[in-house]
């Protein structure tokens, strides 16, 4: 009985404290109301007039030979902390998409560098497409995109319009469409006809044309390029602005002169190996007529039908070996022309590919010195120096794959001429056991060996000029 009178006591003091703490604040609640109250305005304010922010996004896939090839091979030296500071494909390509010259290209073919806007009554407001006019610079010249000028567009009449500067000097009444000369260009203002609904309006607009180098800077800082995943060969291009039809803009313009850029590469290596084939064809199409002219004169002079019947049953046996030593002939002939190139040309000169037989080692060593010289021409058009890390990087690579490429072909042209001794010595074996055979027999064939080295030559390279085009 006592303990439950003392419950009942506990809790009629504990609503009496409830009711004395509410009472304390409920004498503000005034202030409690306006402080509500101008939150609520604070935060309209803040939603109406602050300018948003639009996110545009797009992913490309980028080539990378190296994923699921030696990129997977070097990964079992990873958990070791080996291998761990090599850059693929992806880490250069992403460089060189997000580099200064892709994007000063892409604002220029889109003049981003000249904007529109309009005063509100509160803020500046950017247009774009929904801008009544449109204005085209010709003839510019060098301070076009080193200064910053600000024009005022006033539409006057239908086909009339007022332009003055910002500090209200008026420039005159001009003619949408007509040509106005400024200082540092020629520009022509022309009415968009799609904006029907500001046909009948009175508008001003003002016309910025920025320094070309911090909208450059602008965007560059805003755009960000990232491989998904480090597995993945898909990039990731997003850029966050005020107008989301500009930033959907830029990032099509900047995959659109990326992927320009890699077909000019392509085709850039593809003429210059093309160059090589025809040059070489001049060549051996000469050579190949000087010996058949030489071939002629012998038959004439000698009289001579056919001398084969006379040796059938030993040239019969000789076959197989004049055909490995026109083969290997042939060879050296090619590399040996691969290394008269190479001494002649100059380190940043593209090596022709795909021309070296037999030799796999030298073909892909080519492949790789061929991708270093893009790759370092690519990131320097980027804006990168000659004192660049990245530049040095990729020059002493170029030093000691030129280097290791001439000692390859160098060691295959010992090769093949050992094979070659080899061939002839046992060739001559066999000229010994014709020995009975007319002179003109032995000149004979070696005037038609000359005549088919040339020949196979000649087909070799007509085939790797057809793979070309």
Not at 316 to 332: D, G, P, R
Request: aromatic share 8%; proline share 1%; glycine share 4%.
């Amino acid at each position: 009985m006592q303990e439950h009178f003392s419950l009942q006591q506990k809790i009629q003091d504990e609503s009496l404290d409830i009711r004395e703490q509410i009472d304390k604040y409920v004498k503000f609640w005034p202030w409690f109301l306006f402080s509500m109250a101008m939150c609520f305005i604070v935060a309209f304010l803040y939603l109406r007039y602050t300018v948003p922010q639009y996110k545009a996004a797009a992913t490309i896939l980028v080539k990378d030979e190296r994923k699921g090839g030696l990129q997977s091979e070097l990964s079992a030296f990873a958990d070791l902390g080996l291998m761990t500071g090599i850059k693929n494909n992806v880490d250069n390509e992403i460089e060189i998409i997000k580099s200064r010259y892709i994007i000063e290209s892409a604002i220029k073919k889109l003049n981003f560098n000249v904007s529109y806007s309009t005063e509100g009554r509160v803020k500046t407001v950017e247009l774009y497409k929904n801008c009544p006019i449109e204005v085209s610079f010709f003839d510019t010249d060098a301070s076009f995109y080193e200064k910053k000028q600000e024009f005022v567009v006033n539409s006057k009449e239908a086909n009339t319009f007022e332009l003055s500067k910002v500090d209200g000097k008026q420039l005159g009444v001009f003619k949408y469409g007509s040509l106005i000369r400024l200082a540092s260009c020629k520009m022509v203002v022309t009415k968009r006809p799609l904006i029907k609904s500001l046909e009948s309006k009175e508008f001003s607009i003002v016309v910025k044309i920025n320094k070309l180098e911090s909208v450059v800077q602008s965007y560059k800082n805003r755009m960000s390029v990232a491989s998904l995943n480090k597995n993945s060969s898909v990039v990731e291009l997003s850029l966050n602005d005020a107008v989301a039809d500009k930033a959907e803009d830029l990032l099509n313009t900047v995959i659109e002169i990326y992927n320009q850029d890699a077909i000019d590469d392509k085709n850039y290596i593809s003429r210059n190996t093309q160059k090589f084939i025809n040059e070489r064809l001049k060549f051996i199409t000469a050579e190949l007529g000087d010996v058949e002219k030489l071939g002629e004169n012998f038959m004439t002079a000698n009289r001579l039908t056919d001398i084969a019947s006379d040796a059938n049953s030993f040239v019969q046996n000789s076959v197989s070996f004049e055909k490995a030593l026109i083969e290997t002939e042939t060879q050296i002939k090619v590399v040996n022309s691969m290394l008269d190139y190479m001494n002649s040309s100059s380190r940043d000169d593209i090596i022709p590919s795909n021309i070296i037989p037999s030799d796999n080692s030298a073909s892909d060593q080519i492949n790789q010195y061929n991708g270093y010289i893009i790759e370092r021409n690519r990131i320097a058009g980027g804006g990168a120096t000659q004192k660049n890390s990245v530049i040095i990087n990729f020059n002493n690579r170029i030093d000691d794959m030129r280097k290791s490429i001439k000692e390859s072909l160098k060691r295959l042209v010992v090769s093949l001429s050992i094979k070659k001794g080899d061939l002839q010595k046992q060739d001559t074996s066999l000229n010994n056991k014709i020995s009975q055979i007319p002179r003109q027999a032995r000149e004979s064939n070696v005037i038609g060996r000359q005549q088919k080295i040339k020949e196979t030559l000649y087909l070799y390279l007509l085939q790797k000029e057809k793979k070309l085009v």
